[in-house]
């Protein structure tokens, strides 16, 4: 597919100039990149509310998708590193909707399976899942759900915005793991965010 940001202006780093970043890494990314990045950022300033919109978020999204040193892009100017947000802000972005009112999020292209805490399911392709099952979990559900989330290392705040907790409740409210959750691409992040979100059954 190819995600090719171009300067205006050759980036001049350790000696080299570069007249381009190329991000097309991030197609090969999981949601688990995603929590993995947030895991590395827990302690800054509203990384978690807002994680997609900060700087540090492109940077550490843009150091997976490229393999470029982190420190590339700390010392890029400011100009460029907008840039390079907003190309990944744009991937991030789902080209499927989904149904609301029926509670189905669509992927973007088939997903197989091929984690390890299902074995019924492994290797099985889907174009789709059910999330109907999440309108009928109780508070009592979304209190184990911040009981695991610390598990993975983090402090249940700002919950909504915690892909770990999002793949928690969508495994609680379907029945497939939460490596089901963390395997998909990471272009169904913020769909699986939003389909799990509890507005999205009111």
Not at 42 to 59: G, P
Not at 136 to 163: D, I, Q, W
Request: net charge negative.
């Amino acid at each position: 597919m190819g995600n090719i940001v171009k300067f205006a202006k050759p980036y001049s780093f350790e000696g080299t100039e570069y007249t381009e970043v190329d991000l097309s890494g991030m197609d090969k990314l999981t949601i688990q990149d995603m929590i993995d990045i947030q895991k590395n950022l827990a302690n800054e300033l509203a990384s978690l509310a807002a994680l997609e919109a900060t700087t540090s978020f492109a940077q550490e999204m843009a150091t997976k998708a490229s393999g470029k040193p982190v420190e590339f892009f700390k010392l890029m100017p400011r100009a460029k590193i907008k840039q390079v947000q907003t190309a990944i802000l744009l991937s991030l972005n789902a080209k499927t909707k989904s149904d609301p009112a029926k509670h189905i999020v669509k992927f973007d292209a088939p997903y197989t399976y091929n984690g390890e805490e299902k074995a019924d399911i492994k290797g099985k392709t889907f174009e789709s899942v059910d999330l109907s099952g999440v309108g009928e979990l109780n508070t009592m559900s979304e209190s184990m759900a911040e009981n695991r989330l610390a598990g993975y290392g983090f402090t249940p705040v700002n919950t909504g915005h915690n892909y770990a907790y999002v793949c928690i409740i969508a495994s609680m409210g379907t029945g497939y793991p939460v490596d089901y959750f963390t395997g998909l691409p990471l272009c169904e992040a913020a769909k699986l965010r939003d389909a799990v979100d509890a507005d999205f059954f009111e």
